[in-house]
């Protein structure tokens, strides 16, 4: 299951698995720095020498097909539709041994915090958001909280937009999840402030998510 494919993410990707292995896909928005490489793999699918077996399943906001053929320069869908089985993220979904439940969230476009669960571990991805009820609600007793924290606390930021290190750590400490991981901060602020601005609130574990890097999702 893979989770968003931001510019450049299809490269990295494989250092780690074969593309071949990738059973689904969920894309939290369609801002093109959560979801561009899908183009990508819709050549590696189309054109590439991978082992490829059926269309992989692309779970999305309700537009997903529409949009990714666009970026493209398709006139239609249905080209990328017979390498992609498009669905709607809003709907609750099993798929392999997840179960996968997504809620929409404070975003200037339609864009969805995602939870998943399988044997008994959960982890729910923020996505990009700004604070919100239902970000909260999913995260409830998650053990593995992976929360963007684009803002800083001391600066004026617009609403429904992005986290600060602060409000992620509101989230967790109020979701009272087990671990918080915090990505997404811009390259122009220091990560170690989104993660002491979340310490300050909550008193659980937090880490910076870094390439690379793999954790167990459990208590």
């Known amino acids: 299951m893979v989770v968003d494919l931001g510019h450049g993410s299809l490269g990295a990707l494989q250092r780690h698995i074969d593309l071949a292995d990738i059973d689904a ?10 979801c561009i490489d899908l183009t990508a793999l819709y050549v590696a699918h189309r054109y590439g020498s991978y082992a490829f077996t059926g269309r992989l399943q692309v779970f999305g906001p309700t537009d997903t097909a529409e949009r990714m053929a666009a970026a493209y320069g398709m006139s239609s869908v249905r080209p990328m539709s017979e390498v992609f089985d498009f669905r709607e993220l809003s709907v609750a979904a099993s798929v392999g041994p997840f179960r996968v439940r997504a ?8 864009a969805y915090a995602t939870r998943f669960e399988a044997d008994g571990a959960s982890f729910v991805y923020s996505g ?3 604070p919100c009820r239902a970000l909260g609600e999913l995260a409830r007793g998650v053990d593995v909280f992976l929360a963007e924290a684009s803002f800083r606390d001391s ?8 986290l600060t290190g602060r409000q992620a750590g509101e989230v967790a400490r109020d979701a009272d999840v087990g671990r918080l991981v915090i990505t997404h901060v811009p390259p122009w602020h220091d990560p170690e402030v989104a993660k002491n601005e979340a310490a300050s609130v909550f008193d659980g574990a937090i880490e910076l ?11």
């Open 25 to 34: 896909i969920v894309l939290s928005h369609l801002h093109p720095d959560h």
């Open 155 to 162: 600066d004026k930021n617009p609403p429904d937009l992005h």
């Open 103 to 110: 809620e929409q969230v404070a975003h200037p476009v339609e």
């Open 128 to 130: 990009d958001t700004g």
């Open 209 to 219: 998510a870094t390439p690379g890097s793999s954790y167990e999702v459990a208590r």
